[in-house]
């Protein structure tokens, strides 16, 4: 049965449930809250390398702003194997308002 169907046609209905049972649910809960928010944290917290072509897109400007943000030392690239990236940290910061 669907989890909508039953809250809305079965409002009245009584569970009970021992407290045993209950402990366990929320600790359940708990810990898969707590994984969740430990893995959000380490995704924020892993630095990645988009492309300028990626870096453009996500600014929604063109290459060549990228260009003159990098003359005007606004957001520099670095370079990774020979090509031009970016520190998203960087990209972050300007989406934010913080640059």
């Known amino acids: 049965m669907e989890q909508k ?6 409002t009245n209905v009584t569970i009970s449930i021992n407290i045993g049972d209950l402990k366990d649910a929320i600790n359940y809960c708990i ?3 707590k994984e969740e928010f430990e893995q959000l944290i380490t995704d924020a917290n892993t630095e990645t390398y988009p492309s300028v072509e990626k870096v453009a897109q996500i600014l929604d400007v063109n290459k060549s702003t990228l260009w003159r943000w990098k003359k005007s030392g606004y957001l520099v690239p670095i370079e990774v ?14 989406l934010e308002g913080r640059i």
Request: charged share 35%.
């Open 81 to 94: 194997g020979g090509k031009r990236r970016y520190r998203m940290s960087d990209v972050s910061k300007i």
């Open 5 to 10: 169907f039953l809250l809305q046609d079965f």
């Open 31 to 33: 810990s898969k809250t």
